[in-house]
């Protein structure tokens, strides 16, 4: 869910919850909080399941490998940082990247540091469900989106096209695109990650054509084929004015950030946090448990570390 935004983008940022749907819980942050001399750590979870696929195993972990009660709050993208910044959490597991956030909490207050990169690069983008792209092949360069917009009309799109996107708290910059492009099309939000999912598998299972906001990594891709529609490339910068912004999304190495305390002082579980490093295809294959499969987090946690403890045992050294 999740770009590198400026300061005025970030008020209408995600959620994420970002990537979809979920109220701001940050000022009923968990008092297991920089709880001075107890083990316990409090971490930040985003909506999108991505993000809870991360904090299931880091949960799992610490508490049956390193004896932490661990506790999770769920917080929208960018308030998360005002909320790790003053350790009513501990760390976020998956930033998508928000650089005034970065200046001014890591190199400026000093309140929290970078945790190390998550082993995932993320990337936002449009997309068609690969079925229309195999009998329309030009769909997929934007400038050819506006020929179209008839066969990707919906009810909620007042005439013109549709372009899905998920929750209005995502960081997108998708009605700017429309606009710059000059694309006869209207962003019509689905609310949320899951409901929006919902109407993806439903335009999929009905063979109809759709245009979508959506994300890599994210485990949908391997149940409906979607392929990517080619924006005006992105070169860096040609973000930073919300308002003019013309160009693709970037592809954004996904990093961890801990409260500067809790680095220092954190012992066993800081330097988990700081190792926990894994790949697409992991993240993936938890997710899908749980968004699919409906196991719970724990579950999910639980099945993936039996089978992958090659993977996490380093992670405890």
Known sequence: MRVRVTTTAAVGALL?????????????ASPFANAQGAKTVTLSVQSW??????????????EHELGYRVDTVQVDEVP??????????????????????????VEDKKTIVNGGGLGVTGHIGWYVPTYFAKQHP???????????ADRLRTPESGGKGQLLDGS????????????????????VFAGSEAA????????????????????APQWLFGKVPMTEVKLPAYQEGCDAD????ACAYPHTPLQKYL?????????????????????????????????????????AARKWADSHESTWRPWLS
């Open 49 to 62: 399941v991505g993000a809870q696929a991360n904090v299931a195993v880091a949960q799992y972990l610490l």
């Open 168 to 187: 209005p708290s995502y960081v997108t910059h998708d009605k700017a695109l429309v606009k710059n492009l000059d694309l006869d099309y209207q962003v």
């Open 259 to 299: 409260n500067a305390d809790f680095a220092q002082d954190g012992g066993k579980a800081a330097a988990f946090l700081k190792k926990f490093r894994w790949t697409t295809e992991d993240q993936n294959e938890v997710s899908l448990m749980i968004a699919e499969q409906k196991l719970t987090p724990e579950e």
């Open 16 to 28: 994420l919850l970002t990537g979809c749907g979920a109220a701001d819980m940050t000022r009923q």
């Open 80 to 105: 998360a940082w005002d909320a790790l910044s003053q350790g009513r959490v501990d760390a976020i597991m998956e930033d998508w990247g928000h650089p005034d956030q970065e200046q001014r909490y």
């Open 196 to 215: 929006q999912i919902t109407q993806i598998k439903q335009f999929a299972k009905e063979r109809k054509p759709f245009l979508t906001y959506w994300y």
């Open 138 to 148: 030009d769909v997929t360069d934007w400038k050819n989106l506006n020929r179209y």
């Open 242 to 245: 919300p308002e003019k912004v």
